[in-house]
């Protein structure tokens, strides 16, 4: 819990999209779930469900905090590196000149690259942070411009042959800023990164600048240099203030603009801090830039834990500085499921329950148990630095003074990991790697349920439960204890998800939503999850370790009953569960010797448990993997596009927040560039 930030948490689902969805109306199975895919990315869509039943002021208060996500939006590209901003500009008016008219492989190839420079916010790639390679001759490109008006392209940043020769050295240069964010040790990272944080100074210069600033006797240090760029001018060192009067003050100006308006909606006071304080406290801190407000800004905020909507907005995250003192602008917005933070508590509320019912020995039980109930939420507008490429969950603030003494916000977004989900549907991937039409039925009809049942039980309750042996500290297990721990609270869920208990409860209709579990759960520690890991490479990650151990145990024991069978047809592999309610049985058996291990601390069983069957990867089986992966296509990055929100007016009144899911990825950048467009080429 050190470093704490916007988590990609990397669930099963979105990476093996091994699992599926929950029931659908025929409105669901019609929406378009993905609506672009180019070079190793695809684009897609979220919805937000239960939007409608918001009340009138809480969409209104959706609507402004959106504005204000949408606002900054320039203040990224520039960050990421100082000619992201007039080369997308020209980008879009070679695209809006020739769209219709032009076409083939060289077009092709333009306007790839355009929706790449969108998605990364930038002309690097927004993962491995390399400068794009276009794909279309220079030639080309000249053409293509030579009868692109001037009206249309950014002379802001400078005449038309400067603005020209400084694009193309940009797109056709590789040697010319390669990497976004160098983080090579023995290189002068500021100089060798292309990121727009360091002007003028040195790797060295900029670490004694910020040396000379921390006073090491400060028990509640600001974030040093967060949110500026630092400049040498005239020999002289300082910063330049990323604030409404400051630099990018046009766009904060906006983002003010609507948090002012978000100000007069803020929801009626339910906890020690009204929200209208939080963003009273973010106006404050947008205007003069001092980071002692921002913080006053971040104690509040985490207190808010009732309202329903909420909302982050600001130079948050430092990943992209190779120094890790400047944040890039990103934008949240979000509300409460209440549906799935309902079936979380309920869960919570049962723990004790659980606790006395599992198969663990009695004496490694808790005789107090108490449940967490995780806040569930669901994303309503996506900005800056989260948008199109989105966290899953969220975890803020990050400054460690605050996370001491306040604590921090914990919650995962339900509607991107179902987009994720849904959207992964029909890419072939089940009629791939599931034998028997059954069980691709229900991982159709129950995979997302029992997806987020399995995650709700290993993380309210499996972590939580059982206790240690008197005189056992908790960290024998050493390297094996973070493989082990996950295995115990993974084996919870499992167990529990079978259990008739979770029927009683209203969560599940029947053992069905289990088996669906179960087979995918299978088949992807068994095999399919080995598409992740290079060729001639074991299991390192302790959550993939774990799925590794439970499956490959639990696969050796039933081999006499033939309870989960690896079948072969027509030269591929299949996992087939045969008896689930064996499985069921398995999977109990090795939650209580999980728990005893780490019960008693017993680092050589525990050693053994994770040598024996998390580690070693099976060539042949994996090469197989890859190779059927590979024919399959599925690109490896995702992202959103918005929805789109109008605000419904009669006699000058608004009366409600329409949503609607019609944009493509190219309308919704082409029109964002048009109406956020609130800062210069040249910054
Ligand atoms: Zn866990």
Same mark, same amino acid.
């Given at each position: 819990?050190?470093?704490?930030?916007?988590?990609?948490?990397?669930?099963?689902?979105?990476?093996?999209?091994?699992?599926?969805?929950?029931?659908?109306?025929? %409105?669901?199975?019609?929406?378009?779930?993905?609506?672009?895919?180019?070079? #190793?990315?695809?684009?897609?869509?979220?919805?937000?469900?239960?939007?409608?039943?918001?009340?009138?002021?809480?969409?209104?208060?959706?609507?402004?905090?959106?504005e204000a996500a949408l606002a900054g939006r320039d203040i990224l590209y520039d960050q990421n590196f100082k000619y992201n901003l007039p080369v997308r500009?020209?980008?879009?008016?070679?695209?809006?000149?020739?769209?219709?008219?032009?076409?083939?492989?060289?077009?092709?190839?333009?306007?790839? /690259? *355009?929706?790449?420079?969108? $998605?990364?916010?930038?002309?690097?790639?927004?993962?491995?942070? #390399?400068?794009?390679?276009?794909?279309?001759?220079?030639?080309?490109?000249?053409?293509?411009?030579?009868?692109?008006?001037?009206?249309?392209?950014?002379?802001?940043?400078?005449?038309?042959?400067?603005?020209?020769?400084?694009?193309?050295?940009?797109?056709?240069?590789?040697?010319? /800023?390669?990497?976004?964010?160098?983080?090579?040790?023995?290189?002068?990272?500021?100089?060798?990164?292309? =990121?727009? $944080?360091?002007?003028?100074?040195?790797?060295?210069?900029?670490?004694?600048?910020?040396?000379?600033?921390?006073?090491?006797? #400060?028990?509640?240090?600001?974030?040093?240099?967060?949110?500026?760029?630092?400049?040498?001018?005239?020999?002289?060192?300082?910063?330049? =203030?990323w604030k409404e009067d400051g630099m990018y003050g046009p766009a904060i100006q906006r983002i003010t603009h609507w948090l002012g308006k978000a100000l007069?909606?803020?929801?009626?006071?339910?906890?020690?801090?009204?929200?209208?304080?939080?963003?009273?406290?973010?106006?404050?801190?947008? !205007?003069?830039?001092?980071?002692?407000?921002?913080?006053?800004?971040?104690?509040?905020?985490?207190?808010?834990?009732?309202?329903? =909507?909420?909302?982050?907005?600001?130079f948050i995250e430092t990943y992209n500085d190779p120094l890790g003192y400047k944040a890039s602008w990103e934008a949240i917005t979000n509300y409460k499921? %209440?549906?799935?933070?309902?079936?979380?508590?309920?869960?919570?509320?049962?723990?004790?329950?659980?606790?006395?019912?599992?198969?663990?020995?009695?004496?490694?039980?808790?005789?107090?148990?108490?449940?967490?109930?995780? !806040?569930?939420?669901?994303?309503?507008?996506?900005?800056?630095?989260?948008?199109?490429?989105?966290?899953?969950?969220?975890?803020?603030?990050?400054?460690?003074?605050?996370?001491?003494?306040?604590?921090?916000?914990?919650?995962?977004?339900?509607?991107?990991?179902?987009? /994720?989900?849904?959207?992964?549907?029909?890419?072939?991937?089940?009629?791939?790697?599931?034998?028997?039409?059954?069980?691709?039925?229900?991982?159709?009809?129950?995979?997302?349920?029992?997806?987020?049942?399995?995650?709700?039980?290993?993380?309210?309750?499996?972590?939580?439960?059982?206790?240690?042996?008197?005189?056992?500290?908790?960290?024998?297990?050493?390297?094996?204890?973070?493989?082990? +721990?996950?295995?115990?609270?993974?084996?919870?869920?499992?167990?529990?998800?079978?259990?008739? !208990?979770?029927?009683? *409860?209203?969560?599940?209709?029947?053992?069905?939503?289990?088996?669906?579990?179960?087979?995918?759960?299978?088949?992807?520690?068994?095999?399919?999850? *080995? &598409?992740?890991?290079?060729?001639?490479?074991?299991?390192?990650?302790?959550?993939?370790?774990?799925?590794?151990?439970?499956?490959?145990?639990?696969?050796?024991?039933?081999?006499?009953?033939?309870?989960?069978?690896?079948?072969?047809?027509?030269?591929?592999?299949?996992?087939?569960?045969?008896?689930?309610?064996?499985?069921?049985?398995?999977?109990?058996?090795?939650?209580?010797?999980?728990?005893?291990?780490?019960? %008693?601390?017993?680092?050589? &069983?525990?050693?053994?448990?994770?040598?024996?069957?998390?580690?070693?990867?099976?060539?042949?089986?994996?090469?197989?993997?890859?190779?059927?992966?590979?024919?399959?296509?599925?690109?490896?990055?995702?992202?959103?596009?918005?929805?789109?929100?109008?605000?419904? +007016?009669?006699?000058?009144?608004?009366?409600?927040?329409?949503?609607?899911?019609?944009?493509?990825?190219?309308?919704?950048?082409?029109? /964002?560039?048009?109406?956020?467009?609130? *800062?210069?080429?040249?910054?």
């Amino acid at each position: 819990m050190k470093r704490a930030l916007i988590t990609l948490i990397m669930c099963s689902i979105m990476l093996n999209t091994s699992s599926c969805q929950g029931d659908r109306s025929t %409105e669901e199975n019609d929406f378009q779930w993905i609506v672009d895919r180019f070079d #190793d990315i695809r684009v897609m869509r979220y919805r937000v469900p239960g939007f409608e039943r918001l009340s009138l002021r809480q969409k209104e208060l959706l609507y402004y905090l959106g504005e204000a996500a949408l606002a900054g939006r320039d203040i990224l590209y520039d960050q990421n590196f100082k000619y992201n901003l007039p080369v997308r500009r020209t980008l879009e008016a070679i695209y809006i000149t020739h769209n219709g008219q032009e076409s083939g492989p060289e077009w092709d190839a333009l306007v790839t /690259y *355009l929706k790449k420079v969108w $998605f990364a916010n930038g002309v690097h790639h927004h993962y491995s942070n #390399d400068k794009f390679t276009p794909l279309f001759e220079e030639a080309y490109f000249d053409r293509l411009l030579s009868s692109t008006p001037d009206s249309l392209l950014p002379l802001d940043f400078g005449p038309r042959d400067t603005l020209i020769s400084v694009v193309k050295q940009v797109i056709f240069d590789p040697t010319f /800023y390669p990497t976004r964010v160098n983080q090579t040790a023995g290189a002068d990272l500021v100089a060798t990164s292309a =990121v727009n $944080f360091y002007e003028g100074v040195t790797q060295s210069e900029a670490e004694a600048f910020y040396a000379n600033m921390a006073d090491p006797n #400060d028990a509640t240090p600001i974030s040093y240099g967060l949110n500026s760029r630092l400049v040498k001018q005239n020999g002289k060192i300082q910063e330049q =203030v990323w604030k409404e009067d400051g630099m990018y003050g046009p766009a904060i100006q906006r983002i003010t603009h609507w948090l002012g308006k978000a100000l007069e909606v803020a929801e009626v006071p339910l906890a020690e801090t009204p929200q209208k304080e939080i963003i009273e406290a973010l106006i404050t801190y947008y !205007k003069s830039g001092n980071l002692r407000d921002f913080d006053r800004y971040n104690v509040l905020w985490v207190k808010d834990t009732l309202s329903t =909507v909420d909302f982050v907005n600001g130079f948050i995250e430092t990943y992209n500085d190779p120094l890790g003192y400047k944040a890039s602008w990103e934008a949240i917005t979000n509300y409460k499921d %209440e549906e799935a933070t309902r079936r979380t508590e309920i869960i919570s509320n049962e723990a004790q329950w659980f606790e006395d019912h599992s198969p663990v020995d009695p004496r490694y039980k808790k005789a107090q148990v108490k449940g967490v109930s995780a !806040k569930v939420i669901n994303v309503a507008m996506l900005g800056g630095d989260c948008y199109p490429a989105t966290p899953i969950g969220i975890n803020l603030p990050n400054a460690d003074w605050i996370r001491r003494d306040y604590g921090s916000k914990s919650v995962t977004i339900q509607n991107i990991t179902d987009a /994720y989900d849904k959207a992964s549907e029909g890419n072939g991937f089940k009629e791939e790697f599931v034998l028997r039409e059954e069980d691709r039925e229900r991982m159709k009809t129950y995979g997302s349920l029992a997806d987020n049942l399995h995650t709700d039980l290993h993380e309210c309750l499996g972590h939580g439960s059982g206790q240690l042996a008197p005189g056992v500290k908790g960290d024998e297990l050493k390297q094996y204890g973070s493989t082990l +721990e996950e295995t115990r609270a993974d084996l919870f869920g499992l167990y529990y998800l079978g259990d008739e !208990k979770l029927v009683e *409860l209203g969560l599940v209709p029947s053992f069905d939503v289990a088996k669906a579990e179960y087979a995918s759960y299978m088949m992807n520690g068994l095999m399919t999850q *080995l &598409a992740r890991i290079r060729p001639g490479k074991n299991v390192e990650e302790a959550h993939m370790r774990n799925r590794k151990l439970i499956a490959t145990w639990c696969y050796e024991k039933g081999l006499p009953e033939n309870v989960v069978e690896m079948v072969q047809e027509e030269g591929k592999t299949y996992v087939v569960v045969n008896d689930f309610q064996r499985l069921r049985e398995l999977f109990g058996e090795l939650l209580r010797e999980v728990q005893r291990i780490k019960s %008693e601390g017993d680092f050589e &069983a525990g050693r053994e448990l994770v040598e024996r069957y998390g580690v070693q990867v099976d060539p042949k089986l994996h090469q197989e993997v890859l190779e059927r992966y590979e024919k399959l296509n599925i690109a490896p990055y995702g992202g959103f596009v918005n929805p789109q929100y109008r605000l419904v +007016e009669e006699n000058g009144k608004i009366v409600d927040v329409e949503v609607s899911y019609t944009e493509d990825y190219t309308d919704q950048m082409l029109r /964002y560039s048009r109406e956020y467009s609130l *800062l210069p080429s040249r910054n």
